[in-house]
């Protein structure tokens, strides 16, 4: 693909990592319908709520181990060549799933599937981070979190065109399918460029990685703003020499807080899954039958429309990512969730007719909220937070975070629906409320810093900041470093809007 330059060969990658993402996707949806099919309920030896519980829990602790493991192997293979490996497991994974005739089969085959889940989405933000400009990077894992959504919806309408057919191609075709996007994967990357930031670190020269970066900018390499860039990525590159990016880096500051760093984006991926978002991704049609007392066929149908209303809200956040920033939307819609997730209890409580309909409602709410603000909020603010050096691993284990949430999350739900019944729910509210106020008092703004300016908000002198008080009232509790980041949004926002997008503007203000 050397003859794609500027947005095409973004687009290219973009497509890619799209497909990654579009496969997590899959997986997590798929198994909704396949759990409350009769041909595989007997296949399985008509397994109880717990071990269906299991059975799909599998699938996230093969995606933990995956992310760890990619932890280990993600910089030296690089982005690229990362993304190979999971889409290659994946595709074994999937065929093996499709003919499985036992449950062991079906468990070790889910959890290969898993493994390639883990690292083609540890690698797939770094990727497309690191190829993306500053001001389009939220932009860009928009479009891959949206390409999700639409893996969720096709695995849900999968399902229910499946409904109809007899016999276990009712769930075998459905697990098979998903082959078809990582031979897509398996075709196209080897075609593509890896990284101008993973060249550059490797190569010990910045040639062959100012040459790739040229190539995705659309412009010459002795284009002023590609000689810029190159300038401010082997300026960063230098600044982070000292960390080696070994294990124990992750756990050291080095000068750039690479250790809080680190907890910020680990941390933030597991509060995702606190949010219960895949209570609903895997169990909607199981809350439609069990919580609503609705048939299953309309639970499979109702299933399709909220995956698909899913879809479309996301869209939403194209506009606001890079708009709005990384906080306020995480913030805003945590509590938002809360408070839908408090009318869902109340609704389902009721146990009338009217109560099932408003519980619909506030679950499609839930959807929107969590995708306006914790899908790809989540999924850029690794990258974006996290030192050069470091990337890669620390990236990785934040995905085996978010991946062990998923496991605490499918384990429970079946037997907290049935057990709790509406006061569940009212659990993720309060976890959704600790979300908001951690989010606030410790994860500094990154939206609209290029990723090497994140790294001087964390080693910029904190004198100023403290002298002031930051501010006042309630936001001296903050963080300091919170205030400096927004001090550094600001800034960059209004030397941007002076400039008039100059050329010439620096881009670490």
């Known amino acids: 693909m050397h003859?794609?330059?500027?947005p095409w060969l973004v687009a290219a990658i973009t497509s890619v990592c799209s497909a990654g993402f579009l496969l997590f996707g899959y997986d997590q949806g798929v198994m909704s319908g396949v759990v409350i099919s009769s041909y595989w309920l007997e296949t399985m030896g008509h397994p109880s709520s717990v071990v269906i519980g299991t059975i799909t829990a599998v699938y996230p602790v093969g995606a933990v181990v995956g992310a760890i493991l990619a932890a280990f192997t993600a910089e030296s293979l690089g982005r690229k060549r990362t993304?190979?490996?999971?889409a290659l497991l994946v595709a074994v994974g999937g065929v093996l799933m499709g003919c499985s005739g036992s449950r062991g089969q079906f468990m070790a085959a889910r959890a290969l599937v898993g493994l390639g889940t883990g690292y083609t989405t540890s690698v797939t933000p770094v990727y497309q981070s690191e190829i993306s400009a500053h001001e389009q990077r939220g932009w860009h894992v928009c479009c891959q979190l949206s390409t999700m959504l639409a893996g969720l919806l096709l695995a849900y309408c999968m399902n229910y065109g499946f409904y109809f057919y007899p016999g276990s191609v009712q769930w075998r075709f459905p697990l098979a399918f998903q082959c078809v996007f990582a031979v897509y994967m398996l075709?196209?990357?080897?075609?593509?460029?890896?990284?101008?930031?993973?060249l550059m670190n490797h190569d010990g020269a910045p040639e062959r990685g100012r040459a790739v970066l040229a190539q995705l900018r659309g412009k010459g390499e002795g284009d002023f703003a590609v000689q810029r860039e190159t300038e401010e990525i082997m300026e960063a590159i230098s600044l982070e020499n000292k960390e080696q990016g070994t294990w124990g880096d992750l756990f050291r500051s080095n000068g750039v807080s690479a250790d809080k760093r680190f907890y910020l984006a680990v941390g933030i991926q597991f509060m995702q899954q606190m949010t219960g978002i895949n209570i609903i991704t895997y169990y909607a049609p199981t809350l439609y039958t069990t919580s609503m007392g609705m048939s299953l066929?309309?639970?499979?149908?109702?299933?399709?429309?909220?995956?698909?209303?899913?879809?479309?809200?996301s869209f939403v956040t194209w506009y606001t990512i890079d708009r709005v920033g990384r906080r306020g939307l995480l913030v805003s819609m945590a509590l938002a969730m809360c408070v839908v997730l408090v009318g869902e209890a109340l609704a389902i409580a009721t146990g009338t007719p009217a109560g099932a309909v408003a519980a619909v409602v506030y679950l499609f709410l839930f959807e929107a909220a969590f995708t306006w603000g914790w899908m790809a909020c989540v999924w850029c603010y690794p990258p974006e937070i996290l030192p050069l050096r470091i990337r890669a691993k620390g990236s990785a284990l934040a995905t085996a975070a978010d991946f062990l949430g998923n496991v605490i999350v499918v384990q429970v739900t079946p037997v907290g629906i049935g057990r709790m019944g509406w006061l569940f729910f009212l659990v993720w509210a309060a976890f959704n409320l600790v979300n908001a106020a951690v989010v606030w008092l410790f994860y500094p703004e990154t939206g609209g810093l290029a990723l090497e300016a994140v790294d001087f908000v964390f080693t910029e002198d904190l004198g100023g900041i403290l002298m002031d008080g930051g501010g006042g009232g309630v936001r001296k509790l903050q963080w300091a470093r919170v205030r400096v980041a927004d001090q550094a949004v600001r800034e960059s926002r209004a030397r941007r809007r002076d400039s008039g997008r100059d050329e010439s503007a620096p881009l670490l203000t």
């Open 3 to 6: 003859l794609l330059r500027g």
């Open 83 to 86: 993304l190979l490996l999971g």
């Open 187 to 198: 075709a196209v990357t080897p075609l593509l460029p890896d990284t101008p930031r993973w």
């Open 297 to 313: 066929e309309r639970a499979l149908l109702l299933g399709c429309f909220t995956q698909l209303w899913y879809l479309l809200a």
